[in-house]
């Protein structure tokens, strides 16, 4: 739900504050998901459930298979 929230906010703040880096905004939109109300946090996570499921219809085989430290680049 936060990727979602953060995604939604993040070109507002980016605008407001154009030379803060990702990792600035991504401390002040954690700090407003964490001081937002139930009723916002509860539309956020609806829209990731909805978007889990999709991508389960849509990918029905998928199976998220994390990659060894060894493989990794």
Do not use: C
Not at 49 to 63: I, S, V
């Amino acid at each position: 739900a936060f990727i979602l929230y953060r995604q939604h906010h993040h070109p507002r703040i980016k605008e407001a504050y154009p030379d803060f880096t990702n990792n600035e905004i991504s401390i002040i939109l954690g700090k407003q998901w964490k001081a937002e109300s139930e009723e916002v946090k509860m539309q956020f996570r609806n829209m990731a459930e909805k978007l889990k499921k999709k991508h389960a219809e849509d990918h029905p085989d998928y199976h998220y298979t994390p990659r060894k430290p060894s493989e990794k680049k």
